[in-house]
């Protein structure tokens, strides 16, 4: 198979001394065959690619919104590394044309399905860190989700409120908050609380005290409604 179009390279800020990583994050996993291995297509950067997203987000905005709780902070970075956003990203950089796709899935419309889009910017994002280290894709992370970061400059709804008016909303009964999981030394415990909602997959949180747990469990269960749509 022929290496990457040079134009992606540019578009990335990014020349791969390493073409195969960027090539292997193209290609969807509707062209694997029995013989090609679990390394030649994007499912596993997918994987890898999330992780660094998730981290240089979190970075971006404990910098950019120095005096938001952590509530804030995670309902933030739950919309910021949602499949929407990525799939957002991915067609604002033309990365549709670079797929390699089985003309199954091509026939159906898969280079514009949100959801295969943002696998495979994951994909990318993994490549770029695996090829040049964090600072490649720190770089074109910060060029595509700061615009999108800065759109939204008002602290966002309390997300237990917001997570409660969308299930009153729908008839729904309100959400339930539970204690899943307590660690952490007696002066410093981190909570896990997970939320239901009836009808719904829980989502869980993490934080330092049973309020914050509580919040990131809520921005957590609406941003996946959110990617979901």
């Known amino acids: 198979m022929v290496g990457p179009d040079h134009s992606l390279e540019e578009t990335l800020g990014h020349q791969f001394s390493r073409p195969e990583l960027l090539r292997h994050a193209l290609i969807h996993p509707s062209t694997a065959t029995p013989d090609d291995g679990?390394?030649?297509?994007?499912?596993?950067?997918?994987f890898l690619g999330d992780r660094v997203l998730g981290l240089v987000i979190a970075d971006l905005l404990f910098h950019r919104f120095p005096d938001e709780n952590e509530g804030h902070l995670a309902r933030r970075h739950s919309v910021l590394v949602s499949r929407r956003t990525l799939?957002?990203?991915?067609?604002?950089?033309?990365?549709?044309?670079?797929i390699v796709l089985s003309p199954g899935e091509d026939g159906m419309g898969g280079r514009k399905r949100p959801t295969l889009l943002a696998d495979i910017c994951e994909a990318v994002i993994a490549a770029l860190y695996l090829d040049g280290g964090l600072e490649p894709a720190a770089v074109f992370i910060r060029r595509h989700w700061r615009p999108l970061m800065d759109e939204d400059v008002v602290p966002p709804k309390d997300a237990k409120t917001a997570l409660q008016e969308w299930a009153q909303g729908r008839g729904?009964?309100?959400?339930?908050?539970?204690?899943?999981?307590?660690?952490?030394?007696?002066?410093a415990p981190r909570f896990t609380i997970e939320v239901t909602v009836t009808g719904y997959v829980p989502a869980a949180g993490t934080g330092s005290s049973k309020r914050?747990?509580?919040?990131?469990?809520?921005?957590?269960?609406?941003?996946r409604l959110e990617s979901e749509k």
């Open 87 to 98: 799939a957002r990203v991915a067609d604002q950089i033309g990365l549709s044309s670079h």
């Open 172 to 187: 729904l009964a309100l959400p339930e908050y539970r204690e899943v999981a307590r660690d952490g030394p007696p002066h």
């Open 212 to 223: 914050a747990a509580e919040g990131i469990a809520a921005a957590t269960f609406l941003a």
């Open 38 to 46: 679990v390394e030649h297509s994007s499912e596993r950067q997918e």
